[in-house]
């Protein structure tokens, strides 16, 4: 028998004794992965011996360390140089590649953590509410100072602003499970202005000293507390119902299906439930403080959820061959 | 946007012949189009000349274009549908930024705020506008044609140097004039107490619009100087969709 000799690509030479060599080959069959760039085609970083057990994320991790000005989170790397990004769970070996593998990169800019994000932009809510609500200095008239809104709907309203924003923060700690665990750094000051331009905007009117309260008094804001309410447990429910689709630490997806709990049994009829009970909130806020710009905030909410449970309910569609023919993305039968 | 994948020759086919009829049909209504627009800017310049020459003054000018103006300026607005149907290969924001502010000059200023009517920084925007849209509109139409004759290019692509800037100076000088009147007469502004809870000072509106000249100006001169290279010099300048 010829004796082998492997090279690191795992290609031999063609001799006899091919058993032995399978076996020696199956042994030894390292993976060789070049990276290029996806603009310019540079040859950035050759890696030899690479398991052909590798993950995405293994190799995004040695690629880190020729190269540490882009971590992990920051690079995208794709089998061509226009396509996807492959996910960081993808094993080399199951990969269309050969023993020499060409991935090429994309650097996606500054990261920032979502929920890093999330915190963010929803204290800054919190907290600028309560600042026109306690009237402080340079807001208002200065003979108004730190003085309180003789309108009970207008503590009502603070109680209700604070409650939803301290959810959100509270279910960004601990229910909500990110499928990506970074943005672009970019969206941090697009999502805050957002966010906070808005929270300051309706805010200086509700707490404003000549604030009107809604015309139909007492029924009109009963009716929109009760919608709220309604609709923020509705919220809190679906999220619990989706953080329990997917087991700690996995990014699995699969179909939502209507749980014991009521508030989700409109599964049935919507993909995007929380959007729909988030729409349901800000209208309930809307009707109860009869403020212009909370109305625009709901609509221009509205319609960013819509565009975003679109595209949910489209990725569904096509994960999905058995996805209930029934739902609707946002609105039931009609978005 | 995912876009569904489906072959079948005899599906493109179809498509094809969709696209030459559509196209053929965008064509003819962007030639009846532009020298609809070239016709009424020329209009427009002779109407001015005329009231110019006879009356010796400005003073009453824009009243007597006024009705004219408002409707070649307003129907300007489906140039931003060509853009978003496609028939034109333009940005869509580009040019509904810059209809919008033709819109907002015309019927938020000079429309309303009849004070200013016979400022001479009206006349100054009014002229750069009409030898603008003459231009613009008859370098289309000649393109559409396939016969273009080079000075009309030339006037498109090197005249707008000195146009945009004083047009730019015309309207901001009037917004300016413009200003006390707003104050004093509270047009288009809401004050409180009011059962909608909101304000809104059109006067702070218009000093905000005034300071958006700042970063928008620029970037729509250059846009037209990097047209004006690619165009005239041939120089390959890589741009996507603008």
Redo the contacts between chains.
């Keep these: 028998m010829l004796h082998v000799t492997s090279f690191s690509g795992g290609r031999l030479c063609h001799s006899s004794g091919i058993l032995r060599k399978e076996v020696l080959a199956a042994k030894m069959k390292h993976y060789e992965v070049e990276i290029l760039d996806g603009k310019t085609k540079d040859k950035l970083c050759f890696l030899d011996k690479v398991e052909p057990n590798a993950t995405i994320g293994e190799i995004k991790s040695m690629f880190h360390k020729s190269h540490p000005q882009w971590y992990p989170a920051r690079q995208s790397i794709r089998l061509d140089a226009k396509g996807k990004s492959l996910k960081d769970e993808d094993v080399l070996q199951h990969l269309p590649v050969g023993t020499t593998a060409t991935f090429y990169f994309r650097d996606l800019g500054a990261q920032i953590s979502w929920v890093t994000v999330f915190l963010t932009e929803y204290t800054g809510p919190l907290v600028l509410y309560l600042m026109f609500y306690f009237r402080v200095p340079l807001i208002y008239a200065s003979k108004y100072d730190f003085s309180t809104s003789k309108h009970w709907v207008v503590h009502l309203a603070c109680m209700c602003h604070s409650f939803h924003f301290l959810k959100r923060l509270l279910e960004t700690l601990f229910v909500h499970r990110f499928s990506h665990g970074t943005m672009p750094l970019r969206n941090i000051f697009k999502n805050c202005t957002y966010y906070w331009g808005f929270a300051a905007w309706m805010a200086y009117?509700?707490n404003?000293p000549?604030?009107?309260p809604p015309?139909y008094g007492e029924q009109q804001i009963r009716l929109a507390l009760i919608l709220f309410l309604f609709c923020q447990i509705g919220n809190f429910s679906i999220h619990i119902a989706l953080r329990n689709l997917r087991p700690p630490g996995s990014k699995t997806r699969k179909i939502p299906y209507p749980t014991k709990n009521p508030f989700t049994w409109i599964f049935v009829l919507v993909s995007c439930p929380n959007y729909t009970y988030e729409l349901g909130s800000w209208l309930g806020f809307t009707l109860m403080?009869?403020?212009?710009?909370v109305a625009f905030f709901t609509l221009v909410g509205f319609i960013q959820m819509t565009v975003w449970a679109k595209g949910k309910h489209?990725s569904y569609l096509?994960e999905f061959r058995d996805y209930p023919p029934l739902r609707s993305p946002i609105l039931p039968f009609i978005l | 946007m995912?876009s569904s994948e489906e072959d079948g020759t005899v599906e493109e086919k179809e498509n094809n012949n969709k696209r030459r009829t559509k196209s053929a049909l965008a064509t003819a209504w962007l030639t009846f189009y532009n020298i609809a627009m070239t016709a009424g800017w020329l209009v427009l310049a002779i109407a001015m000349m005329r009231f110019y020459i006879q009356k010796g003054t400005h003073k009453g000018l824009y009243r007597s274009i006024a009705r004219t103006l408002k409707f070649f300026q307003t129907f300007a607005l489906v140039e931003v549908g060509h853009c978003a149907i496609g028939i034109i290969r333009t940005s869509v924001i580009v040019t509904g930024v810059q209809v919008c502010s033709r819109i907002f000059m015309v019927w938020f200023i000079t429309n309303s705020i009849r004070q200013i009517q016979n400022e001479e920084s009206v006349i100054l925007f009014l002229v750069v506008w009409t030898m603008t849209e003459i231009t613009r509109y008859s370098y289309y139409t000649f393109n559409l044609l396939h016969h273009l004759p080079y000075f009309i290019k030339w006037a498109r692509y090197n005249l707008f140097i000195v146009l945009y800037p004083l047009g730019v100076i015309g309207e901001l000088m009037t917004i300016y004039a413009a200003l006390p009147f707003v104050r004093r007469s509270g047009i288009y502004s809401m004050r409180?107490?009011?059962?909608?809870?909101?304000?809104f000072d059109y006067y702070y509106c218009l000093i905000i619009v005034m300071l958006s000249y700042i970063p928008l100006f620029p970037q729509l001169f250059f846009h037209m100087l990097r047209q004006r290279r690619r165009v005239l010099h041939g120089e390959v300048i890589v741009e996507k969709d603008d």
């Design positions: 009117y509700i404003h000549l604030y009107t015309i403080t009869q403020c212009l710009p489209r096509k | 995912a409180l107490p009011n059962k909608y809870n909101v304000s």
